[in-house]
């Protein structure tokens, strides 16, 4: 079992909602999705994760279990500022999550610095809802019921190559 780290799990929400898109990541669902390839990948190829976040299996693919806890910190400290951004007819509104500090990258190992690059460009243009059928095909999400955690070693049954991975979505 990993030790969830605080600390650095902030830092790592910081540099996705810094460098995401632009003006942050819009969508808590795409947040879910990106921290979810971030500990993932990293362990697939370090046996490690980087935020130590457990991850459930809800309808709409992975969710760690601490981010509204983190996120909440960030915000009450001023670092992290959370809005909700109105989304077309009868969509719920998206919660936007933008870094009103920058990360310290110094926290990063640069093994870690080069996955959070890494999944912003594979990931970063996608929406929630592209990631949401990705995460759904991975052996993670799909070896678990409804509500279960997801271990961390099923990233070794994705079926694919960590820097070959097809990132096609069909919608």
């Known amino acids: 079992m990993f030790k969830l780290n605080e600390e650095k799990y902030k830092e790592v929400i910081l540099y996705l909602a810094k460098n995401v898109g632009q003006g942050g990541v819009y969508g808590k ?3 879910y999705k990106l921290l979810y ?4 990948d990293f362990f697939e190829k370090y046996e490690k994760p980087i935020t130590g976040d457990i991850y459930h299996k809800l309808p709409m693919g992975p969710a760690p ?3 509204d806890v983190i996120a909440l910190e960030l915000k009450k400290e001023g670092n992290l500022q959370i809005n909700k951004s109105k989304s077309g007819n009868g969509y719920n509104d998206a919660v936007v999550y933008k870094a009103l500090t920058d990360p310290k990258v110094d926290i990063f190992s640069k093994d ?13 243009d996608k929406t929630g809802h592209q990631l949401e059928i990705l995460t759904h ?7 678990v019921d409804e509500g279960e955690g997801m ?3 099923f ?3 994705r079926g694919t190559s960590l820097y070959a991975r097809p990132i096609q979505v069909q919608a």
């Open 29 to 31: 669902k795409k947040m």
């Open 37 to 40: 390839y971030v500990d993932f």
């Open 65 to 67: 279990s601490y981010f």
């Open 112 to 124: 870690e610095k080069k996955m959070l690059d890494r999944v912003i460009k594979l990931y970063g």
């Open 137 to 143: 095909k991975e052996a993670p999400y799909l070896a």
């Open 151 to 153: 271990p961390l070693e």
């Open 155 to 157: 990233a070794h049954y």
